[in-house]
């Protein structure tokens, strides 16, 4: 063997070493604070969603490659992951089944060393994070195609959860199946965001195929794992859990196609740092009012990242107004912000604060 690969390898392994002695040196140190907290009495937090936020960004800060930001910061959310779980192991409830999108949310901000829960509808995870059957829920709220998934936004208005964290997902839609080919297809089951996304390329490839909208990703391709000539659209994940054959990858018409989800927890986090704010407002329907509303975080110079309206289901014509900002809710100025804000709502609401997605 070539003498500079050989002296090359045997410097990986003495390294390989090391570092999986400063994990398990870290892990010790993880178990040791679980000790301290719980000789302090009471019930003890140990996920703390700005302390993860303040370590990943700092990873990332320090970075000097040749591994990228956000690869590093991967690797280190898994080492945190493994390490939360010697202190307190935790249930992520989602948007189910196994295979979705939203498990990879989920799994993308708590890493794999969480149990997740998959449910089958947003109330479901609303509820099971509510009762503490969960510690935390993920669920989808946006994307960038195809705009808000409104259910969410109306389950948060009469939920006591808060919003304490957020992840975006780049998504990338497959067409699988277990035809030979496309030309065998009758039938395309996915759920109707996904539809909507590839909405396009479909007419193009497949324009005289049914396209059948069901509940999720993974149940379309649970359903075309069972049925001759028929096809699914979802993530790669599903194809690997139900035995798909990936038959075309990528087909989402914009090739930027994200969704955005949120994580939802019975506490309200503290300052990162980094922060963003969601408020829930509403205000009787007369000329001015949103203006009257929002004027007072142009005046405390807070700066408004998001706005999306909903019918208030409490009469014709009236509205409930979600909004983001940028800062914590006790960072200073947003907190002058909110108060002079809430003097002028019908209805006023903290949806939570929380850090801005790293990932």
């Given at each position: ?8 390898r ?89 295979g ?127 049925e ?64 009257k ?6 005046r ?8 999306e ?35 002028h ?15």
């Amino acid at each position: 063997m070539n003498e500079r690969l050989q002296a090359i390898r045997t410097r990986i392994d003495a390294l390989d070493q090391q570092i999986q002695d400063l994990i398990n040196e870290r892990a010790s140190l993880a178990q040791e604070v679980a000790e301290v907290k719980r000789a302090e009495g009471g019930d003890p937090t140990f996920y703390r969603p700005e302390r993860e936020a303040q370590v990943l960004t700092a990873v990332m800060q320090r970075n000097r490659g040749p591994i990228s930001n956000e690869e590093m910061a991967r690797l280190f959310r898994e080492i945190m992951s493994a390490c939360l779980a010697l202190e307190q192991p935790m249930r992520i409830a989602f948007l189910g089944p196994e295979g979705t999108f939203t498990q990879a949310a989920a799994l993308k901000h708590f890493g794999h060393s969480v149990t997740t829960v998959p449910l089958a509808t947003i109330d479901e995870v609303f509820r099971e994070v509510e009762a503490g059957g969960a510690d935390y829920g993920v669920v989808p709220v946006e994307n960038s195609t195809e705009g808000v998934v409104t259910h969410t936004l109306d389950r948060m208005m009469n939920s006591p959860l808060k919003i304490s964290g957020e992840v975006a997902i780049r998504i990338h839609q497959h067409l699988m199946g277990r035809v030979s080919g496309m030309g065998d297809i009758r039938r395309i089951y996915s759920h109707r965001q996904s539809l909507a996304q590839c909405r396009k390329w479909l007419d193009t490839h497949l324009p005289d195929v049914e396209r059948v909208d069901v509940a999720s990703n993974a149940e379309a391709a649970r359903l075309a794992a069972a049925e001759e000539q028929a096809a699914a659209i979802g993530p790669e994940a599903a194809a690997a859990l139900y035995g798909l054959i990936l038959l075309a990858s990528k087909i989402e018409d914009q090739p930027d196609n994200t969704t955005r989800f949120l994580v939802l927890g019975r506490a309200q986090a503290a300052p990162s740092g980094n922060d963003k704010t969601s408020l829930l407002v509403a205000s009787r329907n007369k000329p001015g009012m949103l203006f009257k509303l929002l004027e007072p975080l142009a005046r405390n110079d807070v700066s408004m990242t998001r706005i999306e309206s909903r019918p208030s289901r409490q009469a014709m014509w009236e509205y409930v107004f979600f909004v983001d900002v940028e800062g914590h809710m006790n960072d200073p100025q947003v907190a002058a912000a909110l108060n002079e804000l809430e003097q002028h709502a019908l209805l006023f609401k903290v949806l939570g604060s929380f850090p801005k997605g790293v990932l």
